[in-house]
């Protein structure tokens, strides 16, 4: 688990961090996410132990990263937005030298790269210098070197950044893996992250936090989601009258006919919905061409807290 605690961090006169606290459970990925100057880049060095806090607190799985700092990062394990390669070295080189910087040796040691070496698929370069490898395969021999010593906890710096889909499915479900036995916080400007791989969603905007919950929650808070979309082939008259618990959108032409969205109440039965609309229609000789229930979608969401008000 990693907790953090009034976080709160000063850069001369600029409050950087106001106040952040948090929790990334065991077993679950938060997604960390906020417009370039929010502070994540802060939240992120202080969560690692890179950079000590103006004030607040980190626990790594209950160690006090202030008062324990070598026996906290033991349990984490960090990739960096950047991570430096060595050039000259291969990969099965570099992995060792990471693995001794952890104070493995021996058959130890070599368990450990292993191990690495197989959840994130690098067999097949490994005599390959560091240099030329490709991005997705850099990214992924950091990756390896960030679980080598196997942590409880997990923090990546924009894990997919740059990658091709293919290789973000790979490094996404590597991820997947990995949240079985661990607490991951994955920091990223790419929000079909929040949707591959987080749980949970937290928001920072000029260094505090402005919604902290789950990724149903936090895509909930478009207005948008949960309505439902119809096309007619011609608008039947009279339907704000006979379903009054919806809310109906004005009226707008499409491709194929004419388009409402309605917003349904919580606790309304979608099904039985769609079937007295449809019999509505009939009624009136007008047909459903196509129905569909809409998501929030997390660009609009993020774009509105980005300026608008703090929501815990």
């Known amino acids: 688990m990693i907790k953090a605690e009034h976080l709160s961090r000063r850069y001369g006169a600029k409050l950087a961090l106001d106040n952040l606290s948090f929790t990334a459970e065991n077993g679950s990925v938060l ?3 906020g417009p370039n100057g929010a502070g994540k880049s ?3 060095r202080m969560i ?5 806090p103006g004030s607040g607190t980190v626990e790594i799985s209950g160690i006090s990263m202030t008062a324990h700092p070598r026996e906290a990062k033991e349990k984490l394990g960090y990739l960096p937005e950047n991570a430096p390669l060595y050039a000259g070295m291969n990969v099965l080189a570099f992995l060792r030298y990471c693995g001794t910087m952890h104070g493995l040796s021996g058959a130890a040691l070599r368990k450990a790269v292993d191990e690495s070496v197989a959840r994130c698929r690098l067999q097949g370069v490994l005599r390959e210098e560091l240099e030329t490898l490709s991005k997705g395969f850099r990214r992924r021999v950091c990756l390896a070197q960030a679980i080598l010593h196997r942590p409880e906890n997990l923090v990546l710096d924009e894990p997919t950044d740059g990658l091709d889909p293919d290789q973000k499915r790979e490094i996404r479900t590597l991820i997947g893996e990995i949240r079985k036995e661990s607490a991951i916080i994955v920091s990223t400007h790419i929000l079909e992250e929040i949707d591959a791989v987080c749980d949970n969603v937290l928001v920072i905007r000029e260094g505090r936090k402005v919604f902290f919950g789950t990724t149903r ?8 989601d949960g309505a439902l979309e119809l096309v007619f082939d011609r608008l039947p008259e009279g339907l704000p009258e006979r379903f ?3 809310r109906f959108s004005p009226p707008v032409p499409a491709v194929e006919g004419t388009q409402v969205r309605i917003r349904p109440e919580k606790e309304t039965n979608r099904a039985e919905l769609i079937g007295r609309l449809t019999a509505a229609a009939s009624e009136n000789g ?3 061409l196509r129905c569909e229930f809409l998501s929030g979608r997390l660009e609009k969401v993020f774009a509105e807290l980005a300026d608008g008000e703090v929501r815990k």
């Open 217 to 224: 929650e936090f895509r909930a808070l478009d207005p948008d």
């Open 244 to 246: 009054p618990f919806v």
């Open 48 to 52: 690692c132990g890179i950079l000590p």
């Open 31 to 33: 997604g960390f996410i």
């Open 42 to 44: 802060t939240a992120m």
């Open 286 to 288: 007008a047909r459903i």
